[in-house]
């Protein structure tokens, strides 16, 4: 498996291992939404399958975006070096996250603060919607969703631009949303018992070590899965 194929793999994992930290960031998010959710259980299931459309396709495109300023810088240096520095940089962002879903240290914060600005911007256009009168409604409401100051997204979305490619980095973000799918699906039936999984301190920590564990072997590049496409 060659770098790209790494990342995007790494996506999925820091998606699906992270997303214990959609409950703290997007529990009552979700609350919400399933509170104005009051017609059958069908149509309430359509509308989250639209939310969460909306919700991974803003991830695409700020992959896309990502990686797509990346290649651009890239391309003034060597292809092997760039990936080098990419893994790198990745790795050290996944170990940042991995602390920060544990809560050893909070260094996401700020990253998290300074999002909050843009968010604030964006609630009003987002309660007008809420709840969605048509699909549409959902998938617009999804795209904003997509869009709230989460230090896991922004971790994510270094490793999609260490892609340096537009391709990749939206096909990371892809994996990453698919990834944090189980959770937040299971958070829309079940919002009030996954609530108290924010108060488990030895889920945080376990979430939080694998993350580091990742990030540590994707900045060695030594991931089990790395195999050149030589050996294969």
Known sequence: MQFDELIIVSGFIAGFVGS??????????????????????????TYWVNYHFGRILSYTIAGILAGGITAQISSLFPIHRAHAVGSMIAGIFLVILGGHVAQWWNLLSVVETAGGRLWQKIVPIFAKI??????????????LWGWIPCGLVYSTLVLAASTADPVNGGLTMIAFGIGTLPMLLAMGVLAKQLEKLKFQIWLRVLSGTALCALGIAVALDVVPLHVSSQRM
Do not use: E, Q, T
Not at 25 to 31: A, E, I, K, P, T
């Open 20 to 45: 214990v930290h959609c409950v703290v960031m997007c529990g009552g998010l979700v609350g919400v939404i399933s509170a104005s959710l009051k017609s059958s259980r069908w149509r309430a299931a």
């Open 130 to 143: 809420v709840p969605p009168k048509a699909l549409k409604h959902a998938i617009i409401g999804g795209l």
